[in-house]
C-alpha cells in the first residue's frame, strides 16, 4: 500500500498572505490533484496534474498557484488569503480511483 | 456541466436500522459513479464503483446499482452499525485523457449512528 502526506496539518494565515500547502505520494501515481472541502459543499478541484511538471486548472482555480517539480509532490499556494476564510484542502493521487491525504485545515483571521 | 445530488444532508439512525442515502446525478455520456466515505480528521476513502448501466457495487455490506434510467446510485446498507458514523460522499467520474478521472462529488451526507 501507499500513502499519502500532507504538510501542515493545520494552518493559520493572516489576511493577503501567500501561503504554501504540500503533498507527498508514495503510490507512484501519474496523477495527482488538489481539492477544497467546504462545509456543505463537497469537494471541489483546485488544480490537478497528470505528470511532473504538468499542472492543469479545476474548477476552482482562481486565487490558487500549484507546482509539481517531482512524481511524489505537489504543492498548492494560496496567492493571497482571505479574511475569516476556513476550509479543509485536500491533496489525491490516483487515476481512475483516487487516494486522498488527510487533509491541511486553513484559517485565516 | 455534470452535478451530483445527495437529498439527505444528515440522517440519524439506531444501530441495526436500514440505511438509504439517495444519490442521483446528470451528466452528458456514460460516467462512472463512486461511493466515498470520510471518517473524522481523515480524508475521504474510496468505497465502490459501478462503471455501466445496473452494474452493482459493494463493499463493507454497503451496495449501490447503478440505474441510467433514474440516473440514481443509491446507497444502502441492511444494518448499520455505530462505527458507521461518517460523512458519505457520492461522485461522478469522467475519464477526460488516459490517466485522468474528473470526479464530480456531492455535497455529503452525514450519518450518526446511535448504539
Request: charged content about 20%; glycine content about 10%; hydrophobic content about 30%.
Amino acid at each position: 500500500g501507499g500513502i499519502i502526506t500532507q504538510t501542515p496539518k493545520f494552518l493559520i494565515g493572516q489576511e493577503g498572505q501567500k501561503l504554501t500547502l504540500k503533498c507527498q505520494q508514495n503510490f507512484n501515481h501519474d496523477t495527482m490533484y488538489w481539492y477544497r472541502q467546504d462545509s456543505g459543499k463537497g469537494l471541489r478541484l483546485i488544480y490537478y496534474s497528470i505528470t511532473e511538471n504538468d499542472l492543469q486548472k479545476g474548477d476552482l482555480s482562481e486565487g490558487y498557484d500549484a507546482s509539481r517539480e517531482k512524481k511524489s509532490s505537489f504543492s498548492l499556494t494560496v496567492t493571497s488569503a482571505q479574511k475569516n476564510e476556513m476550509a479543509v484542502f485536500l491533496c489525491a493521487s490516483g487515476s481512475y480511483e483516487q487516494y486522498f491525504g488527510p487533509g491541511t485545515r486553513l484559517t485565516v483571521l | 456541466g455534470d452535478s451530483v445530488t445527495q437529498t439527505e444532508g444528515q440522517v440519524a439512525l439506531s444501530e441495526e436500522d436500514f440505511l438509504t442515502i439517495h444519490c442521483n446525478y446528470s451528466a452528458s455520456g456514460y460516467p462512472a459513479l463512486f461511493w466515498y466515505v470520510q471518517y473524522p480528521g481523515e480524508g475521504p476513502q474510496f468505497l465502490f464503483r459501478a462503471s455501466r448501466d445496473k452494474e452493482k457495487g459493494s463493499s463493507r455490506g454497503f451496495e449501490a446499482t447503478y440505474d441510467k434510467g433514474t440516473t440514481s446510485f443509491h446507497l444502502r446498507k441492511a444494518s448499520v452499525q455505530e462505527s458507521d458514523s461518517a460523512v458519505y460522499y457520492c461522485a461522478l467520474g469522467v475519464v477526460l485523457s488516459g490517466s485522468f478521472n474528473k470526479l464530480t462529488f456531492g455535497a455529503g451526507t452525514r450519518l450518526a449512528v446511535c448504539p
